[in-house]
């Protein structure tokens, strides 16, 4: 079967780093995404990482290692609007995106 | 530019009856997928549309079909609605493979 583990909350403080960890074990692997989704919202696109390595985007970085099936979202400067889910999903082999249930990250002043 | 629009924002139904929802992807994209999200999970995967043909499915019954329209609008619809359909249904276009921007999303609630 197809599975992303992702752990279900975290909390961390403003103005602080945190780190969600995402692994998967999926039929093949064609890209891994992230995406933030505040509550009664739609997802909204974070990072794409199909290559091993660190992607850098301002605060936010993802970082792949397919060897490991393992994937982290790092975090930056924490501020209070990043109060939000994030969610792990996968490319498998058919191209259809496989998702992680979601982190719950709160943040606290 | 308008980004991907869902029609209605919320409905209520009560179980056995059908509904249709339905998206407008961004300008530009030319295949749309739908999503199921129920409270506290991740999206899965129902279906995807590319040139007016469903291209891809999840593991949902034939109870959930779709349409996609010439300006490559979709629809989806659930037929016999029973209680475990209450979720928030997403839809998410795209043109190419590497993002899909997602729509508001329709809260539906089955009684």
């Known amino acids: 079967g197809q599975n992303i583990d992702q752990p279900t909350e975290m909390t961390a403080t403003e103005g602080a780093i945190v780190q969600i960890n995402c692994t998967y074990q999926?039929?093949?692997?064609?890209?891994l995404f992230w995406y933030q989704q505040h509550a009664g919202e739609a997802p909204t696109f974070l990072s794409y990482?199909?290559l091993d390595g660190l992607e850098e985007k301002g605060r936010f970085s993802s970082f792949l290692s397919r060897s490991k099936g393992y994937s982290y979202l790092l975090l930056k400067e924490l501020q209070m609007k990043d109060s939000a889910s994030y969610l792990c999903?996968?490319?498998?082999?058919?191209?259809?995106?496989?998702w992680g249930a979601g982190t719950k990250l709160i943040i606290k002043p | 530019d308008a980004g991907v629009t869902q029609s209605p924002t919320h409905l209520i139904k009560t179980r056995g009856q059908q509904v249709t929802l339905r998206c407008s992807p961004k300008?530009?994209?030319?295949?749309v997928s739908w999503y199921q999200q129920a409270l506290g999970q991740g999206p899965q995967f129902i279906f995807q549309?590319?040139?007016?043909?469903?291209?891809q499915r999840g593991n949902f019954p034939d109870r959930f079909s779709g349409h996609q329209f010439p300006n490559y609008s979709s629809e989806l619809n659930v037929n016999a609605l029973w209680l475990g359909d209450s979720a928030l249904y997403l839809c998410?276009?795209?043109?190419?493979?590497?993002?899909?921007?997602f729509g508001p999303g329709t809260r539906l609630t089955v009684l």
């Open positions: 998410a276009s795209s043109r190419d493979e590497n993002e899909q921007f």
């Open positions: 549309y590319y040139e007016e043909e469903e291209r």
């Open positions: 999926t039929s093949g692997f064609n890209g």
């Open positions: 999903a996968v490319r498998d082999s058919n191209y259809q995106l496989i």
């Open positions: 300008s530009g994209h030319d295949t």
């Open positions: 990482n199909v």
